[in-house]
């Protein structure tokens, strides 16, 4: 369906353990974006992507890998996950050129 | 180092008054501003933007004001509607920095029946 989705919404996982989250988007825009939602620091980015092949660091990026393979996906992974990386992730993306983001629905992560 | 900030993290207002919520920024190459808006459980939405050559952009019942000699805006909902309950946060661009934002800690605003 139209928009962009995240898989999964809800997520529990052990420290120690690898995650990924996944984004769709169907509007075929260039960028994509994810940030993390924390109390008291509202929505800091993780990375970024420009186009396909193409990603850069944000605020907050250690911890995370991310890859853009296709336009409209942007799987965010947690290598080794840890306490501190409970939080709410949110996937959003623009048309090159724009400036306002959409975002999908996002994934609630804890890390036991 | 904090670029965006909203000072009140939150603020409640009778339904029919004037909600109005604040946002500083310290980066005066920041030149385009937007407002979004998140319910419980959901993504953030776009709710009203403004360029930096304009110090006002009102869409209904929503205004924004920008005062860039003191790197300021806020947001007015007037009246204020329990619907309006949500987060708020405050985002900031600038030309070079390829489509990126820069948000606020949010603002939950609370609006009484």
């Known amino acids: 369906d139209a928009g962009i989705t995240q898989s999964p919404r809800y997520k529990i996982t052990e420290t120690g353990r690898q995650v990924t989250l996944m984004c769709h988007q169907t509007?075929?825009?260039?960028?994509m974006f994810w940030y993390r939602q924390d109390l008291g620091h509202g929505l800091r980015l993780i990375y970024y992507?420009?186009?396909?092949?193409?990603?850069d660091k944000g605020e907050v990026p250690d911890g995370y890998v991310v890859s853009r393979s296709k336009t409209e996906n942007f799987p965010l992974t947690l290598e080794s996950a840890t306490r501190s990386q409970t939080s709410v992730y949110f996937c959003?993306?623009?048309?090159?050129?724009?400036?306002?983001?959409?975002f999908g629905p996002g994934t609630r992560l804890t890390v036991l | 180092d904090q670029q965006v900030k909203q000072n009140s993290p939150s603020l409640s207002v009778q339904e029919g008054r004037i909600s109005i919520l604040n946002c500083d920024y310290t980066?005066?190459?920041?030149?385009?501003f937007l407002w979004y808006k998140k319910y419980p459980a959901e993504g953030p939405t776009f709710l009203i933007s403004?360029?930096?050559?304009?110090d006002k952009n009102e869409d209904g019942r929503f205004t924004v004001f920008l005062n860039k000699s003191a790197k300021h805006l806020s947001l007015h909902i007037v009246p204020s509607q329990p619907g309006d309950s949500a987060v708020y946060f405050c985002?900031?661009?600038?030309?070079?920095?390829?489509?990126?934002?820069?948000f606020g800690e949010g603002t939950q605003l609370t609006v009484n029946p």
């Open positions: 959003a993306s623009s048309p090159s050129g724009g400036v306002r983001q959409f």
């Open positions: 509007w075929s825009h260039s960028y």
């Open positions: 992507s420009a186009a396909a092949d193409i990603t």
């Open positions: 980066n005066s190459m920041f030149d385009y």
């Open positions: 403004i360029s930096s050559i304009k």
């Open positions: 985002a900031a661009s600038r030309e070079t920095s390829g489509s990126r934002l820069t």
